[in-house]
Structures are given as structure tokens and as C-alpha cells.
């Protein structure tokens, strides 16, 4: 809480964009497409492999599809 005894809130804290924080990730997406790099959307992970230090690959699964 804060001295005035409201509670604080991120929105408080932070700068948020004007049309929200999803033009922060579009822009991202933008850069990386750009630099020709391969964002794949709608998906989550299923498996992680990794040499403990590093991820060295991701399976992922979109909706409707199984991971290979």
C-alpha cells in the first residue's frame, strides 16, 4: 500500500502504450519477421531440450495438431 493507504497497482508503476501492451509484442513480431526469423504463433511447448546451460530446441503443439 501506499502512504495514502490506496493500494498500488502496476499500472501505477509502469508505462503502458496507449493502445495496450499488445502493440509492444506486434512490434516485436515486426522485427523479427523483418530480420527474417521464424515466430511461430498460436503454439505452446511440449518438450524443452536443453545442455543445461542453453535450450537447443523447443516441440511445439499448435491447437488441433499433436507434437511429432
Excluded: C
Excluded at 526469423?37 to 503443439?61: C, Q
Amino acid at each position: 500500500m501506499s502512504k495514502s493507504g490506496s493500494v498500488k497497482t502496476l499500472v501505477d508503476t509502469f508505462y503502458y502504450p496507449a493502445y495496450g501492451t499488445g502493440t509492444i509484442y506486434e512490434n516485436h513480431l515486426q522485427n523479427l519477421e523483418a530480420a527474417g526469423r521464424e515466430v511461430a504463433t498460436s503454439t505452446f511447448p511440449v518438450k524443452i531440450g536443453h545442455n543445461g546451460r542453453r535450450i537447443l530446441w523447443v516441440d511445439l503443439e499448435s491447437k488441433g495438431s499433436k507434437a511429432a
